[in-house]
Nanobody
Framework: QVQLVESGGGLVQAGGSLRLSCAAS????????MGWFRQAPGKEREFVAV????????YYADSVKGRFAISRDNAKNMVYLQMNSLKPEDTAVYYC??????????????????WGKGTLVTVSS
């Protein structure tokens, strides 16, 4: 199993940047596909980005493509989400997730096996 703890959320103005971090416990971190999801008030949780075991493959939601970047450091058991050019519609609780399945399955909420508790990102206009 793996435990996930997110950090780095906060309040930022539109056009600004934030970097989210996710610390994972467990000795087999490098075997997990890692991803970020978000849930805005009154909306369902949605996929944001996913990265493969070694970091060589990434996928993004169309709404964040070109603005967000996911990365991982397997030596430190960390996953990151660099968010640039933030928009008010990016306001949400951001969740780190892990899966021991194929990367394609992590593009769906149902594909994640483990979840963090989330970190709130608020983008003001």
């Amino acid at each position: 199993q793996v435990q996930l703890v997110e950090s780095g959320g906060g309040l930022v103005q539109a056009g600004g940047s934030l970097r989210l971090s996710c610390a994972a416990s467990g000795r087999t971190f490098s075997s997990y596909v890692m991803g970020w999801f978000r849930q805005a008030p009154g909306k369902e949780r949605e996929f944001v980005a996913v990265i493969s075991w070694r970091g060589g493959t990434t996928y993004y939601a169309d709404s964040v493509k070109g603005r967000f970047a996911i990365s991982r450091d397997n030596a430190k058991n960390m996953v990151y989400l660099q968010m640039n050019s933030l928009k008010p519609e990016d306001t949400a609780v951001y969740y780190c997730a892990a899966s021991d399945s194929a990367i394609a399955t992590m593009r769906s909420v149902d594909g994640a096996d483990y979840w963090g508790k989330g970190t709130l990102v608020t983008v003001s206009s």
